[in-house]
């Protein structure tokens, strides 16, 4: 508890050795994270998609949350999560975005 209340902390005043930490592309910040690999990618991956992020960073954020075992329902899952946050502008935008990360086509009618 101590070790997040001092991350918060430092964070809360912009320490630049916080922010470094925070932002490197490794779930474990201070010690052992509280989530699981899978659960930390597909946390990233709501975050993505409610920033409207390309989809080259959805397909990579898709591969890491894959690798961790995610499944497809999972992935989704990820973007139902961030509807009522997100909004419904911002759903329909990115849908097609996560659609063609997971390697699916919307706009294909077959």
């Known amino acids: 508890?101590?070790?997040s209340e001092d991350l918060l902390r430092r964070l809360s005043f912009n320490d630049e050795n916080a922010v470094r930490?925070?932002?490197q592309d490794?779930?474990?910040?201070?010690?052992p994270s509280p989530l699981d690999a899978k659960t930390h990618a597909l946390v990233r991956l709501g975050a993505l998609l409610s920033l409207g992020a390309a989809t080259?960073?959805?397909?990579?954020?898709v591969d890491l949350a894959?690798?961790?075992?995610?499944t497809e329902d999972e992935l989704?899952?990820?973007l139902v999560a961030i509807g009522p946050v997100a909004g419904f502008a911002r759903?329909?935008?990115?849908?097609?975005?996560l659609a063609l990360a997971i390697g699916y086509d919307v706009d294909d009618d077959a």
């Open 1 to 3: 508890m101590q070790r």
């Open 21 to 23: 930490l925070v932002l």
């Open 26 to 31: 490794v779930p474990a910040v201070c010690g």
């Open 56 to 61: 080259d960073s959805c397909r990579l954020a």
């Open 66 to 70: 894959r690798s961790a075992g995610a």
């Open 76 to 78: 989704v899952g990820a």
């Open 91 to 97: 759903l329909v935008a990115v849908a097609p975005r």
